[in-house]
T-cell receptor, first 116, second 114 residues
């Protein structure tokens, strides 16, 4: 069982370049989300999705786009990378909002992004 | 809004020492509480959880009790091992706009030395 798979694991971008971080889950989870992890700031929610075709902004959405065309995939797009986006990015999924608040989140292994 | 406050690290302990990592929360509803652990180079994984007041979550020798009166969920372990070295995140899950919303603390790095 693969769980949540993120690619790539490492990436270096130049300022202004664009790229897509991939996230896929094979657990048929409704809820998927993207976080960034920065020293001293914990995990901050970028965007989330409660099902295919439905996305919404989190705490720090600026500079990022998402889409959810299938249950399995939730890519995160950086349209024009900036040094402030240097961070570790985590994708997470959980079974579904309809099951209440006690369901755990499953995390991918992260993507370490450096923007120079 | 919801918030989670954890003690700042890093915390350095000798093997077999007693561990406490403090966590307090603020929430408007009736949240579930979690501890996640992140080992070096990996994603977060669930360590334990508690879904209502006075519940105790436990796993791998770690324990935490959901204290509604003090809005706390402190993580404890009686005897830590070198393999427990990791970053620990306290989190709460609540309903926001009808959907599950998870709020994380800033994480506490634990280093256990032999």
């Amino acid at each position: 069982n693969a769980g949540v798979t993120q690619t790539p694991k490492f990436q270096v971008l130049k300022t202004g370049q664009s790229m897509t971080l991939q996230c896929a889950q094979d657990m048929n989870h409704e809820y998927m989300s993207w976080y960034r992890q920065d020293p001293g700031m914990g995990l901050r929610l970028i965007h989330y999705s409660v099902g295919a075709g439905i996305t919404d902004q989190g705490e720090v959405p600026n500079g990022y786009n998402v889409s959810r065309s299938t249950t399995e995939d939730f890519p995160l797009r950086l349209l024009s990378a900036a040094p402030s986006q240097t961070s570790v990015y985590f994708c997470a999924s959980s079974p579904g909002t309809g099951r209440g608040v006690d369901t755990e989140a499953f995390f991918g292994q992260g993507t370490r992004l450096t923007v120079v | 809004g919801d918030s989670v406050t954890q003690m700042e690290g890093p915390v350095t302990l000798s093997e077999e020492a007693f561990l406490t990592i403090n966590c307090t929360y603020t929430a408007t509803g009736y949240p579930s509480l979690f501890w996640y652990v992140q080992y070096p180079g990996e994603g977060l994984q669930l360590l334990l959880k508690a879904t209502k007041a006075d519940d105790k979550g436990s796993n791998k020798g770690f324990e935490a009790t959901y204290r509604k009166e003090t809005t706390s969920f402190h993580l404890e372990k009686g005897s830590v091992q070198v393999s427990d070295s990791a970053v620990y995140f306290c989190a709460l899950s609540d309903l926001g706009g009808g959907y599950q919303k998870v709020t994380f603390g800033t994480g506490t790095k634990l280093q256990v030395i032999p």
